[in-house]
């Protein structure tokens, strides 16, 4: 007997966010929460980059700090991004330099749920600080704010993002 790639795909994402927060309880216990909430942060920073720039080169498209992609490009890897832990997310363009991107299921906010520690760890922050992170490694003139948020209780999580200098905020 053996696992079907569908049965494969699923252990694998949630192998994705099972190590994450494993990790994160080892270094709760033995470094205390701040410590560990910082560590955690920076691992996550880094992480974005480095999966853009391989999403980036699977679909063959150049990362460059002297000709950023667009907006449209920017939401389609964030897309895939997302996609690699299982997050299910849509974007829209909303205007010529404006865009809505949506995280509509988010397993990280469903395992915080489930751990009962939503109202210890701040989801809101953790992606507002990641999002940016990893907008600004792609294209540092893309900026975001958070307009629907699953922990405020609303059904998803949504930002509005814009290029500076085309928009007024």
């Known amino acids: 007997m053996e696992l ?3 049965q494969l795909e699923r252990l694998r994402l949630g192998a ?3 190590i994450d927060g494993l990790w994160f309880l080892a270094a709760e216990e033995r ?12 691992v996550w920073k880094r992480y974005g980059p480095v999966q853009l720039r391989r999403v980036a ?3 063959e498209i150049t990362l460059s700090e002297e000709d950023p992609p667009d907006l449209q490009t920017v939401n389609m890897l964030m897309e895939q991004l997302c996609r690699i832990d299982g997050t299910t997310c849509a ?3 909303t205007g010529p330099a404006e865009a809505r991107f949506d995280v509509l299921r988010c397993p990280w906010w ?3 749920r489930r751990s009962s520690r939503e109202d210890v760890v701040d989801c809101e922050f953790v992606d507002n600080t ?5 907008l600004d490694s792609v294209n540092p003139a893309v900026r975001m704010e958070i ?3 699953l922990p405020r209780g609303d059904d998803h999580c949504s930002w509005r993002l814009w290029v500076e200098g085309t928009l007024e905020k």
């Open 16 to 18: 994705i966010t099972a």
């Open 147 to 149: 307009t629907r948020s």
């Open 91 to 93: 974007w829209e363009m």
């Open 31 to 42: 470094l205390g929460f701040e410590a560990a909430f910082e560590l955690d942060l920076e």
């Open 4 to 6: 079907d790639d569908e």
């Open 57 to 59: 080169r699977k679909l």
């Open 110 to 112: 469903e395992n915080l």
């Open 130 to 134: 990641i999002f940016l992170h990893w």
